[in-house]
């Protein structure tokens, strides 16, 4: 089955330093990284000590409220550092990696002859169940859960973000297995969002319910996705998994190794040969960006330039990235920038801004937000570029002012933070709306549950 969806609020934001469809094989760093903080809805209780040897696949925490999610080591090799914060906070575990990759055997397995507990407790004692998260709350998935439906948007229309189709061009077998197994754990039905015009095997795939996108940013976000196909309701709980997690899961079950390798884009013009690389998940990145950069004055961003954390050079690859981002950093003023003609073509919805004259050719930018924070006013700038059915900036509102009831009403349920990233790019107040909305969320967590 296959439908046409149709998205005509947004952005499309064309930057330059778009990564070239080359692919090369990343050094193999020697620390790879876990930061609980990735992991939204676990709190870590650690199975290991500094100086243990671990096999990728290995098991290093579980969550305190569930023990059955476990989050394992993406490398074979020794714990190193445990890096802990205020009260013993668990910040981050350090994997100094062997030369080569020792697997943990986990059998191969054929999904379609499981049933859904079996695939459930496989994916549990692999470790991939962290890769499935949760609407509402954008929170790692609970596997007592049954899943209305889960969703991937195989689609990516940020800005400088991984050309999914390109980077699983030869996965296909994995991913059908993915999907297989994904299947089997949801009453209802796997949906797989991709660009309208896409000529890869994703529209080929079995046992999904094809969604063919068109339209400007944020067209390629899951949570579009559920809302035009089928919204949340009281109650329902929905799974979405990201495209190269899909692929993971599939190799799982053919191989029977948890292989946390994946392929990025690295992109932007703070890079000298934006192109993608395979890399393993947690790698740290300071040999890696060794002479890659451009200049020394770069803001590196783990993810895209509207999503994305921003890490120095000596960071690590987040759990859930597929891409790595550098551009300028924007510590340099323009006088009087807000003068017409004045070094102002900056991507904006501005009229005053003069890159709507060059709107299709890709632009440099930096991080300067171009003016400081200013009053939260209704100027209809919001409901511009974002294409749900909710009030937008009533909904940051409630969230501010700590609204429960409120913010069920205008679909807190509905959204994550990603969804809101094209409203930080485009209203001039310069809130941080991500920030609020993961934060209105934390306390639907806290007070609802």
């Not at 297989?180 to 319910?209: C, M, P, R």
């Not at 944020?218 to 979405?240: D, F, Q, S, T, Y």
């Not at 997690?245 to 934006?274: C, H, M, W």
Request: one cysteine or more; hydrophobic letters at 40%; glycine letters at 8%.
């Amino acid at each position: 089955m296959s439908t046409d969806i149709r998205i005509k609020k947004g952005i499309s934001i064309k930057l330059k330093g778009e990564a070239n469809k080359v692919i090369k094989d990343a050094p193999r760093s020697q620390i790879y990284s876990i930061h609980p903080s990735d992991l939204p809805g676990i709190v870590p209780k650690l199975l290991v000590k500094e100086g243990a040897k671990v096999q990728a696949g290995d098991p290093i925490f579980y969550s305190k409220t569930n023990d059955q999610l476990q989050v394992v080591s993406p490398v074979s090799g020794t714990i190193g550092e445990i890096v802990r914060g205020e009260k013993r906070r668990i910040l981050e575990i350090q994997i100094q990696a062997d030369s080569k990759e020792v697997y943990k055997d986990f059998s191969r397995k054929d999904p379609n002859n499981l049933t859904s507990d079996e695939i459930k407790k496989h994916l549990l004692a692999s470790g991939c169940w962290p890769f499935i998260k949760q609407r509402p709350y954008d929170i790692v998935a609970n596997p007592a859960d049954e899943p209305r439906d889960i969703f991937i948007s195989a689609y990516a229309s940020a800005p400088l973000s991984t050309d999914v189709e390109f980077a699983l061009k030869d996965r296909e077998k994995d991913f059908q297995a993915g999907v297989d197994a994904l299947a089997k754990i949801t009453a209802g039905k796997v949906h797989l969002g991709i660009e309208k015009n896409s000529t890869s095997y994703f529209s080929q795939i079995k046992n999904v319910d094809i969604h063919k996108i068109s339209g400007p940013h944020p067209a390629g976000n899951v949570g579009i996705l559920i809302h035009h196909v089928k919204p949340i309701n009281a109650g329902e709980k929905i799974w979405v998994i990201a495209p190269q997690d899909v692929a993971l899961i599939g190799k799982l079950f053919s191989t029977g190794q948890f292989d946390a390798g994946r392929v990025i884009a690295l992109s932007g013009t703070g890079i000298k040969e934006p192109q993608y690389y395979k890399i393993t998940q947690g790698a740290n990145l300071s040999n890696f960006l060794k002479d890659k950069l451009e200049g020394d004055n770069n803001r590196i961003i783990n993810g895209d330039v509207l999503t994305g954390i921003k890490i120095t050079a000596q960071g690590d690859l987040g759990f859930y990235q597929d891409c790595l981002t550098v551009i300028p950093e924007g510590n340099k003023y323009r006088l009087f920038g807000w003068l017409p003609f004045v070094d102002n073509n900056i991507p904006s919805l501005s009229k005053t801004s003069f890159s709507w004259l060059r709107k299709n050719k890709p632009q440099a930018v930096d991080t300067n937000l171009n003016g400081e924070e200013r009053a939260f006013v209704v100027t209809g700038e919001m409901e511009k570029v974002f294409p749900m059915d909710i009030y937008p900036m009533q909904l940051l509102k409630a969230c501010l002012a700590n609204d429960i009831e409120k913010m069920e009403n205008l679909g807190i349920y509905e959204v994550a933070p990603e969804d809101f990233a094209v409203i930080d790019f485009a209203n001039t107040s310069k809130i941080e709306a991500q920030d609020i909305i993961r934060q209105g969320l934390d306390l639907m967590i806290k007070e609802v549950g």
